[in-house]
């Protein structure tokens, strides 16, 4: 997008780590010093994904869903798709003459020539998304949650990783080693939550590297120093950023700073030699009432509006750099307050206390609720599972959130006081109680749920929603921020709400600028 960059926080100059203490290099002489970072190239859309060919002079890129390719010493670029579907995850053919992309659940090719005239798609594998490329031409991809590995003529496949007891975990963006023998790739729970896994392409062996963190989202990996090391774009921090796994110390440690806050898609990263190239998004967002009064309104990101039964404040969550903390403010603006660490607030029915999702420096998520009156705080749960998502019911006596205790991500509610949680069903995302607490309304299996209070029964109400999204009862519809009713024509953040008076409380997305930025490492002699 053709916007001047406008830095996100700290990221103004990339990196304020010197990362000097580890990942030693071939030699053993060398280490990290300061990243490079150079603004590569805007291209028309929202770039999102990436993948530079083998011989290091091109990319072909996604763009608000379509490929793009682009000669990197010139900035010479051709729109290679411009269709209504969506392609995702593009790879460089290890001769470079053509790129395979994810198109719905298959897999296409298409000829990577600049000065060539364009041509149409072909279908390249079936049932076949994620699929990348050795050097030698074996081919790896994810069918049915299953990691799949075939021969250097793609024809004799073998399944490597089969598929989790838990229906909502899959694979994504499996990438070979630089020397063919090893495959990382994400293991991710519904795009929330994940881990880093290696797998041995010979004996199928599969160990996780990074499996420490509930609240670590990794996005995507990558191979760097000859594949003595694995990157990987990941919120370990609290924002994006790239972090380094050095296989040979046994450690994980950061690369760079903030890279990326809040992102308007999955993004991609890719990696050739000393370079790192991946799309950054630098967006605002700002509350505000569906009447056009502005709540909330600075030079940070804030979203997830909540407000109070009186319609007097407006809870929120702010982004600032790595925290996360949660204000309040009049109706009208007035008096914004800082309240606590956290996100996803939600007000008691009395509009003395906000209940929010809380994380702790070790990545453990817990639900935790702040009286805004004096600012004393105390949990309301505290174990090794993830708990998030909370509501509070109408009448005040409990609270609503999802967890992962036992395994699957399932509703539970708890006294607000005290006493022991009680499970609702066993998968669910985004509790929210009905105004008159009867009923939660909920997000499972790609559709919209409710559930009866008493007999536990659920039913659908409405189909066709791919992930897990937050939803509420409007006019006794349940709608999401995709629905027109709800965002006013406009691109807005997940979470809102709605006034007694009928009015919605939102966070529209402003997009500063959207580009593919250069990382280019950098080392120093160690002492």
């Not at 293991?187 to 994940?194: E, V």
């Not at 509070?392 to 609270?399: F, V, Y």
Request: net charge negative; no cysteine; proline share 6%.
């Amino acid at each position: 997008m053709k916007i001047p960059w406008v830095p996100l926080g700290v990221a103004a100059t990339l990196v304020t780590i010197v990362v000097l203490l580890f990942n030693s290099m071939g030699s053993g002489k060398k280490a990290f010093g300061q990243p490079t970072l150079e603004k590569l190239a805007d291209l028309d859309g929202t770039e999102t994904e990436v993948s530079i060919a083998p011989d290091g002079t091109r990319l072909v890129a996604v763009a608000s869903g379509d490929l793009w390719l682009l000669n990197i010493a010139d900035g010479s670029r051709r729109r290679l798709t411009e269709t209504n579907d969506k392609e995702s995850f593009p790879a460089w053919a290890f001769d470079g003459k053509r790129v395979t992309f994810t198109r719905g659940s298959d897999t296409f090719a298409i000829s990577a020539d600049l000065s060539g005239n364009p041509t149409e798609p072909q279908l390249f594998k079936e049932n076949a998304t994620s699929l990348s490329w050795s050097t030698t031409g074996r081919l790896t991809f994810v069918r049915d949650r299953t990691l799949w590995i075939t021969d250097a003529g793609g024809v004799h496949e073998r399944a490597m990783i089969e598929p989790d007891a838990n229906p909502d975990i899959s694979v994504r963006g499996p990438r070979f080693s630089p020397d063919s023998l090893q495959i990382a790739f994400v293991k991710t729970n519904l795009g929330l939550q994940g881990e880093v896994w290696v797998v041995d392409a010979i004996t199928s062996a599969a160990r996780a590297l990074v499996a420490d963190r509930w609240a670590e989202n990794p996005l995507d990996v990558g191979w760097i120093a000859n594949g003595k090391q694995l990157v990987y774009l990941t919120n370990r921090s609290g924002s994006y950023g790239l972090w380094v796994v050095d296989f040979d110390a046994n450690t994980i440690s950061p690369l760079t700073s903030t890279l990326n806050g809040m992102l308007l898609d999955r993004i991609g990263i890719a990696t050739s030699g000393d370079r790192i190239i991946l799309p950054r998004h630098d967006v605002d967002s700002n509350i505000v009432l569906s009447d056009g009064t502005v709540v909330a309104q600075t030079g940070d990101v804030e979203f997830e509006p909540a407000v109070s039964r009186d319609a007097s404040l407006v809870a929120y969550t702010v982004q600032k750099n790595n925290k996360f903390e949660i204000w309040t403010a009049g109706i009208h603006g007035e008096d914004p307050k800082f309240r606590t660490l956290g996100t996803e607030p939600r007000f008691s029915p009395n509009g003395f206390e906000l209940i929010y999702t809380h994380t702790d420096i070790l990545g453990l998520v817990d639900i935790r609720k702040v009286d805004i009156r004096d600012g004393s705080s105390s949990s309301v749960t505290d174990a090794g599972e993830i708990d998030f998502e909370p509501d509070w019911s109408p009448d005040g006596r409990s609270i609503a959130f999802a967890s992962n205790m036992g395994g699957t991500m399932a509703l539970w509610t708890i006294p607000a006081v005290s006493g022991k949680r009680i499970p609702l069903n066993t998968s669910g995302y985004f509790p929210r109680f009905s105004p008159d607490g009867h009923s939660i309304l909920f997000w499972n299996q790609h559709a919209l749920w409710s559930m009866d209070i008493d007999s536990l029964k659920p039913r659908q109400v409405r189909g066709g929603i791919d992930g897990p999204t937050p939803s509420a009862w409007v006019k006794n519809a349940a709608k999401t921020s995709l629905d027109p009713e709800i965002n006013g024509g406009k691109s807005i953040w997940p979470q809102f709400d709605i006034l007694p008076d009928g009015r919605l409380l939102t966070a529209p997305i402003e997009i500063r600028e959207t580009a593919l930025w250069d990382v280019k490492l950098t080392y120093v002699d160690k002492n």
